[in-house]
């Protein structure tokens, strides 16, 4: 297979950012990633004892499709939020400070006041977390493949940022990556990755990301088509490298050490 496109969302159920590569860290997450979080009043979470929360306890596009209608991007060198709304910018935050977290809460409970269960405060994940819907989601592989087969079941052209996967990968049959749990995948970079689960799909693909209506029902289209609700595959980095647009990713059996003991 071959990487077709990167993304990163820095905000948990924001926009996706489209980037041009990816440096891949050992044991590590998809570089820039769900950094951050806004909860949907008291979630609970702890920074300096982070533990793995559901994701209805924040913002997220599950129940929250109107986030759909914000375009957002993430200033790493400024650490500012930047939200635009009918084509201009309405906001721009600096994450790192007090007035900065004050106006975005301010900017949501004004944008969807009707939707909120309390304060939206940000919340930012320390260095060995990040604001996964799985616990063991440290980056995503979305087949186009796959979702073009879908589409073509439902007799539309389906967005693949629907699934708001990090790399989208082609050359690969319809579906195949679901076979892949358990393989390792490899880079000439010297990248290596170990599929580790199937991503379950919920309710957050039924929202079109460019209009923010939803108007589909995956989840329930795929059961009915494939008998199962999965669309995509989480993976984890073994060994560092880079991605790329038209990187090759080659499929291998998992690599395995031969104990011979000692004559």
Same mark, same amino acid.
């Given at each position: 297979? #071959?990487?077709?496109?990167?993304?990163?969302?820095?905000?948990?159920?924001?926009?996706?950012?489209?980037?041009?590569?990816?440096?891949?860290?050992?044991?590590?997450?998809?570089?820039?990633? !769900?950094?951050?979080?806004?909860?949907?009043?008291?979630?609970?979470?702890?920074? =300096?004892?982070?533990?793995?929360?559901?994701? +209805?306890?924040?913002?997220?596009?599950? !129940?929250?499709?109107?986030?759909?209608?914000?375009?957002? &991007?993430?200033?790493?060198?400024?650490?500012?939020?930047? +939200? *635009?709304?009918?084509? /201009?910018?309405?906001?721009?935050?600096?994450?790192?400070?007090?007035?900065? *977290?004050?106006?975005?809460? %301010?900017?949501?409970?004004?944008?969807?006041?009707?939707?909120? !269960?309390?304060?939206?405060?940000?919340?930012? =994940?320390?260095?060995?977390?990040?604001?996964?819907?799985? *616990?063991?989601?440290? $980056?995503? +592989?979305?087949?186009? %493949?796959?979702?073009?087969?879908?589409?073509? @079941?439902?007799?539309?052209?389906?967005?693949?940022?629907?699934?708001?996967?990090?790399? $989208?990968?082609?050359?690969?049959?319809?579906?195949?990556?679901?076979?892949?749990?358990?393989?390792?995948?490899?880079?000439?970079?010297?990248?290596?990755?170990?599929?580790?689960?199937?991503?379950? &799909?919920?309710?957050?693909?039924?929202?079109?990301?460019?209009?923010?209506? /939803?108007?589909?029902?995956?989840?329930?289209?795929?059961?009915?088509?494939?008998?199962?609700?999965?669309?995509?595959?989480?993976?984890?980095?073994?060994?560092?490298?880079?991605?790329?647009?038209?990187? @090759?990713?080659?499929? #291998?059996?998992?690599?395995?050490?031969?104990?011979?003991?000692?004559?």
């Amino acid at each position: 297979m #071959r990487v077709a496109s990167l993304y990163r969302y820095p905000v948990k159920g924001l926009s996706p950012e489209p980037v041009q590569s990816a440096s891949l860290s050992t044991g590590g997450f998809f570089p820039g990633d !769900r950094l951050f979080a806004i909860e949907n009043g008291p979630s609970g979470f702890d920074p =300096a004892a982070p533990v793995h929360q559901p994701k +209805i306890k924040y913002l997220m596009l599950m !129940r929250n499709e109107s986030l759909a209608r914000l375009q957002t &991007r993430y200033d790493d060198e400024g650490r500012a939020l930047v +939200i *635009r709304q009918d084509g /201009r910018e309405t906001l721009r935050a600096d994450m790192t400070t007090e007035d900065g *977290r004050a106006a975005l809460t %301010a900017f949501f409970e004004r944008f969807m006041p009707d939707e909120l !269960r309390g304060k939206p405060q940000l919340l930012t =994940a320390p260095q060995s977390y990040r604001f996964m819907d799985s *616990r063991s989601g440290y $980056m995503s +592989i979305i087949n186009l %493949a796959s979702v073009a087969d879908l589409g073509n @079941h439902l007799g539309t052209r389906l967005d693949p940022l629907r699934f708001r996967g990090n790399v $989208m990968v082609e050359g690969l049959a319809a579906w195949a990556e679901n076979d892949l749990v358990g393989q390792e995948l490899s880079t000439a970079s010297g990248l290596r990755l170990r599929v580790i689960k199937r991503i379950e &799909r919920c309710a957050a693909t039924n929202v079109d990301p460019q209009t923010g209506a /939803r108007d589909l029902q995956i989840p329930k289209a795929l059961m009915k088509t494939y008998g199962h609700v999965d669309c995509g595959i989480y993976c984890e980095i073994l060994s560092s490298g880079t991605l790329t647009a038209g990187t @090759h990713i080659e499929i #291998r059996a998992p690599q395995t050490t031969l104990d011979l003991g000692v004559a």
